[in-house]
């Protein structure tokens, strides 16, 4: 189990306020300007031939206002808070289809597409933010005396693909499919990727032999598929400008009121490539009675390079992490769907559906020097042969109560370990722990480097709890020893002499690299 700090903080919220009179005095305001556009070609000739473009415009504006009174509340403090944003987003879509369409003799059917599809997404973020504000009815930042911030990027995305398409039926009985498309994206510096598909369907229900169902069975369909896709959007869920071009490092640019300077953002890759996906599924569709229709279906999916947040060693990395694409996971599961129409008439219409799926997820290959270990990425840690999903959390100081009222020897056994680690492996002489500021978490063993630790006052705290606890529970007086070095040097050292607050890094273990307080 990944092993991290206690830190109890009493922070309150929502003080000096009355509620309904914030709600009337500040403002949340939100004013959107849409403009969608949608135009087209169609040009028929030769017959089976039909060549379609399509173009597609859309733009939304959004400007914000935000504004807290310094007459009461949060806004108070600040003399008011005033931020305003003005957010753009454009997204244009334009493609090309050229489709052919034919019957030959009375059974044999044959579509078939060939196109090209462009895309380009471009977001404009602008927001500023004062306080100070003269007039408190007034939420204009020329109202405002003091800056807080302004802030402005840009964001562009683009995809370009080429496509094509096929699909042959014999007396819409015997159906087979094709598709391939090369696509290419902004996102990666190795932009092009191959994708294909393949499918075959057999509807049963129109077969000679069916012929004495027909009075209860108005269709039954047999079909299967395989195919590859690849997946670009590997790092959507972080929403900031850097996940469109996550092949380079970024930097935010900072000051201190006197110089210049920057700060790593984000660590980028220009190996990073396509997700890709080769998936395999089969089903049955079906309708009885005119009434009652649905489908069953069992899929089989394999991903492969995978995108990870894989920490690195910082002293041989020169970096916390890398995004890689590394592993292989597979993916399988049973959908169903079933509905029956309880009335199908003109001027009324229910239907009643059951709906149910149950998947399975297995991680299939990781690097070599991750198997032993695994990947931990957020609350997960990534194993060969465990789930995706299988949580790998925190254990707290709480367990040592656990168990003891409870004398589980599985966590008496588990809560021994995580000290003999933390004082063998990561404790410092002064009595704190040598953390890292990357989710105030600890790092790899006897990694304590000076200028990274986040020995925090709080963290401290949690400490001396552990070992009164585990004094209590075992009744030997090493946990003392422990806790008096971290209380004397880690705790009363991080509390400020008033005695009305602490300080987040200890002033003992820090050189003043984390300023909060």
Known sequence: RRQRQMCIRDSPTATNQNVIANMKEDIRETVYNNLTSRSYLEISFLKNFKFTANYSYDFTNSSQTVFYTPLIGDGQSFG???????????????????????????NHHLSAKIGHEYYKYEYQYLAGQKTNFFNPNNPELDNGGQMQYINSY?????????????????????????????????????RWGNFWSVGAAWRISNEAFMEGTNSWLNDL???????????????SEYDYAYVYTPYQDQYTVTWNGSELGYSPEFYGNPDLTWEKQK????????????????????????????????????????????WENL???????????????????????????LVGSHYKNRILTLPEENRK??????????????????????????????????????????????????VGKKYYITGGIGATSNGEAFGKNYEQPNMSAYCETCA??????????????????????????????????????????FFYPNPLESIGQHQRQ
């Open 154 to 190: 840009t964001a562009n995305h683009n995809i370009e693909g080429y496509f094509g398409m096929a699909d042959y039926d014999y007396s819409n009985k015997y159906y087979l499919s094709a598709a391939f498309r090369r696509d290419g994206t902004s996102r990666f510096l190795d």
């Open 279 to 322: 998936t395999f599924d089969v089903g049955v569709d079906f309708r009885l009675f005119d009434r009652v229709y649905g489908s069953f279906e069992y899929f089989y999916r394999r991903t492969d390079d995978m995108l990870f947040k894989r920490p690195v060693a910082y002293s041989t990395a020169g970096r916390p992490y890398n």
């Open 373 to 422: 270990d695994g990947i931990t990425s957020g609350p997960f840690n990534l194993r060969e042969g465990k789930s995706r999903f299988e949580y790998y959390t925190y254990m707290y100081a709480g367990m040592a109560d656990v168990a003891a009222l409870t004398g589980d020897s599985a966590y008496i056994h588990a809560i021994d370990r995580i000290w003999d680690n933390i």
């Open 80 to 106: 008011g808070r005033g931020t305003k944003g003005s957010y753009n987003t454009t997204t244009t879509n334009f493609n090309q289809i050229l489709a052919y369409s034919n019957v030959f003799g009375d």
């Open 221 to 235: 369909k047999l079909r299967a598929s395989y195919g590859t896709q690849g997946n670009e959007s590997i790092l």
């Open 460 to 501: 401290a705290i949690g400490n001396v709890y552990v070992n009164y606890r585990l004094f209590l529970l075992h009744g030997e007086s090493k946990y003392y020893d422990v806790l008096e070095r971290t209380l004397y040097n880690g705790l009363i050292s991080g509390v400020s002499l008033d005695g009305g607050g």
């Open 327 to 353: 592993g292989a996971m597979k993916n399988t599961g049973i959908e169903f769907d079933v509905n029956v129409d309880i009335f199908n008439q003109p001027d009324l219409k229910w239907t009643v559906s």
